[in-house]
């Protein structure tokens, strides 16, 4: 069994910045790409950002250059620090990782169970 646990989410003003955090803990053979999603009331998910193996990274186009995200795979862990924040970043933010598990052949989407990010004026 796979879990994602997310942590950092809150109310945070305009222009300020929230970092947001994610662990993957239990029979975890290899990660290939962990990342965020967002998902605001009456909005599809979206991808917000996401970093593979290798370390490539791809972000929304309404993130960059406010977003960064990083991995710590000795750790299984991924980061996203949010800065200049707007009100439109306002979601729920889930994490994600692409793995296998142990003894399981194939590569799955494990979702954490979401922490919500307010953006007030």
């Known amino acids: 069994q796979v879990q994602l646990v997310e942590s950092g989410g809150g109310l945070v003003q305009a222009g300020g910045s929230l970092t947001l955090s994610c662990a993957a803990s239990g029979n975890i053979f290899s990660i290939n790409a962990m990342g965020w999603y967002r998902q605001a009331p009456g909005k599809q998910r979206e991808l917000v950002a996401q970093?593979?193996?290798?370390?490539?990274?791809k972000y929304a186009d309404s993130v960059k250059g406010r977003f960064t995200i990083s991995r710590d795979d000795a750790k299984n862990t991924v980061s996203l620090q949010m800065n200049s924040l707007k009100l439109e970043d306002t979601a729920v933010y889930y994490c994600n990782a692409i793995l296998r598990v142990t003894r399981t052949p194939g590569w799955s989407d494990y979702w954490g169970q979401g922490t919500q990010v307010t953006v007030s004026s």
């Open positions: 970093i593979n193996f290798g370390g490539s990274t």
